[in-house]
């Protein structure tokens, strides 16, 4: 059975008061929870400090992002080797707002992927389609090609010990989730896409879903048989409310 993730992603948010009060919240709301990890990528500047108030709990620390060189003139830049020494597990890659803002390339995208592997930390592969792209039908063309861009510079192999997150572009950020029904089928096709390369894997990969993921419809979505978890945004920010969605995971993949 795969192990659903459920990973918080803080975006541009937070200070060093918001660090401790929100991770001691959840560390009291979540200390019980089994059958589900969970994860939270704060903003790189507070990475340490989130570190340091998750020791001893089960919540492991992820980063929003991280370049594809070790170290040298890339000012700004952070990389696999730092963010292994600060602890971070799982590093989020492909998101839309880094394909939109800084016009990170699929090529781009796919070498990060593969420093990550090398140094042994968890890819998040955030893939997903415009909603242009979605009213023209090429959800699943758009899906394919960006997870083919890492399988022809890899392999298969590459997405054992890694996670997929499907995030529509159209629903992040807008309140207008994907229906489960809707989740599932692009979930299932991505499983599929994958196992014409590698069955195993396909079936082992994680999937999460992300795009206006909330308490209202996380247990719909995580009874979908292909949806593993969620990459969550702005519900992730209130402690209340992210709770609610680890714990819906959970108790989707005990049933």
């Known amino acids: 059975m795969r192990h659903p993730l459920v990973m918080g992603n803080w975006k541009l ?8 009060d929100l991770i001691s919240a959840l560390r009291n709301k979540l200390s019980n929870v089994v059958g589900c990890n969970i994860a939270i990528a704060p903003p790189v500047i507070y990475l340490d400090l989130a570190k340091y108030h998750l020791g001893n709990s089960r919540i492991a620390l992820g980063a929003q992002n991280v370049d594809i060189h070790i170290s040298g003139a890339y000012t700004g830049e952070v990389s696999t080797q730092m963010l292994k020494d600060i602890g971070a597990k799982y590093i ?20 990060k992927f ?11 592969l955030c893939i997903g389609e415009s909603k242009a792209e979605n009213e023209a039908g090429k959800t ?22 890694a996670l997929i997150a499907y ?19 692009v979930h299932k096709f991505i499983r599929s896409h994958i196992a014409k390369y590698d069955a195993a894997i396909a079936e082992r990969v994680i999937i999460q879903y992300g795009g206006s993921v909330n308490a209202d419809n996380a247990v719909e979505l995580f009874t979908q048989p292909d949806i593993d978890g969620a990459l969550v945004g702005g519900a992730s920010l209130n402690a209340d409310t992210f709770s609610v969605i680890v714990k819906a995971a959970a108790e989707a993949k005990q049933t």
């Open 13 to 20: 948010n937070g200070n060093k008061r918001m660090v401790n």
């Open 140 to 161: 699943e063309a758009v899906c394919a090609h960006q997870i083919d861009v890492v399988l022809n510079k890899l392999d298969a192999k590459a997405f054992e010990s």
């Open 92 to 111: 989020i890659i492909g998101h839309s707002e880094r394909r939109a803002y800084h016009k990170e390339s699929n090529e781009l995208i796919a070498e």
């Open 114 to 124: 593969a420093v990550l592997k090398e140094a042994e930390l968890i890819p998040v």
């Open 167 to 185: 995030e529509p572009i159209w629903a992040i950020g807008t309140g207008k989730a994907a229906t489960p029904v809707q989740a599932q089928a």
